[in-house]
């Protein structure tokens, strides 16, 4: 059975109209299955009965299954959903200030195999499919719903597991349906796509739904990024900076720049001149996020004295510059973490074994 969470509103209006229902009619089955969080067709009680069971009869609205809830010391709360072929995914509520962002997985593992990621390391599995995309939005509402927490969820960053534009397809529907006015509504201003600098992919990101854009650079010079990311054999910095140049910025926003801090890496002096090189005047900001360290990855976090020099430097120069302060640390979720626990497992195709997830 097709799953109705794998539809725009458009593509319900047309089912709608095949089904020689009112046209109106779709508007309700979208609102029910995006804001209201409906689960099934019963609970679509503005719905004649005769209609709510021709839908049950053809069209299913599941979700994948929670199979676990991890909550950290800070409230970063990870969640591992099971699909249908078995697969898992994970998705992170990141509590801030006066709201929730909810950071999104796009594939199952990752082909880009970044060294400084776990997620990485697991390789590629298969891209998600809209409804698993929307899902983890669905279930990361319904648990602070359950928990009654006031604030809401505001933003959704596409930085969980996978390179979301390798999955270009259904990451733009998804986003079309979690920007709809008449869906979960979110501002395309908050909803962040992360890509390692897929060229082509960002072009037409950029023609058919512009939202917020991160490129995750990593490094300031082609050699030094070849040496940590595999995609700079394929693209150039140059390359990524015309095609970020020519993306549409929502609001006059700036585009993100992700930058990798890894000790005698990626911190030096020449790697924040570099850096300054590149962006200076530019509407970009750079987010410094100091390397989470792990057993399986052959890296080391610069000090602390060395990460708020290199903030410094490029605010000296103008550029804006903020660090990134990691959250889920103790539950496995923060940046380039997500996988550390399936790696352990060697990326299972079973209930019984735990997952983790990683940063773009
Ligand atoms: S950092 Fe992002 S793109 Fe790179 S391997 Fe990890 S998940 Fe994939």
């Not at 998600?128 to 505001?154: C, F, G, H």
């Not at 596409?158 to 079309?176: D, R, T, V, W, Y």
């Not at 869906?183 to 072009?203: A, D, M, P």
């Not at 990626?266 to 057993?295: Q, R, S």
Request: overall charge positive.
């Amino acid at each position: 059975m097709k799953n109705l969470r794998d539809f725009t509103l458009e593509e319900l209006e047309v089912l709608i109209k095949d089904l020689s229902e009112p046209i109106y009619r779709a508007r309700q089955i979208f609102h029910w299955i995006t804001c209201k969080l409906a689960k099934n067709f019963q609970e679509m009680t503005d719905l004649p009965k005769v209609l709510r069971y021709k839908l049950s009869e053809n069209f299913s609205l599941s979700l994948p299954e929670v199979i676990e809830v991890k909550e950290d010391a800070d409230k970063t709360i990870k969640l591992g959903l099971l699909l249908e072929d078995k697969e898992i995914i994970e998705t992170v509520i990141i509590p801030e200030k006066d709201h929730y962002t909810l950071c999104v997985s796009t594939q199952v593992g990752c082909a880009m195999g970044c060294k400084f990621c776990l997620t990485g390391k697991l390789g590629f599995r298969r891209n998600l499919k809209v409804y698993e995309i929307i899902s983890q939005v669905v279930w990361a509402k319904k648990i602070l719903k359950e928990r009654k927490t006031n604030l809401p969820l505001r933003n959704i960053v596409f930085m969980g597991m996978g390179e979301p534009l390798a999955n270009l397809k259904n990451l733009i529907k998804s986003l079309k349906i979690l920007a709809h006015p008449w869906g979960f509504n979110f501002s395309r201003k908050r909803l962040t796509v992360s890509t390692v600098g897929l060229v082509k992919e960002i072009e037409i990101l950029g023609k058919e739904f512009p939202v917020a854009l991160a490129v995750s650079l990593h490094a300031p010079t082609d050699e030094i990024r070849k040496t940590i990311m595999p995609i700079a054999h394929k693209y150039s910095i140059n390359e990524i900076l015309q095609a970020i140049k020519k993306f549409p910025r929502i609001k006059n926003g700036r585009i993100t720049i992700e930058y990798l801090l890894l000790k005698g890496i990626t911190d030096t002096t020449f790697c924040a001149k570099k850096l300054v090189e590149l962006f200076k005047g530019l509407p970009i900001k750079i987010n410094l996020i100091p390397f989470n360290p792990h057993p399986e990855l052959p890296f080391e976090r610069p000090s602390d004295k060395n990460i708020e020099e290199f903030q410094k430097f490029l605010l000296s120069h103008k550029i804006l510059t903020t660090v990134r302060k990691s959250k889920g640390l103790g539950i496995c979720a923060a940046c380039g973490q997500l996988g550390a626990e399936l790696i352990k497992n060697s990326f299972p195709n079973s209930v019984n074994k735990k997952t983790a997830v990683r940063t773009s």
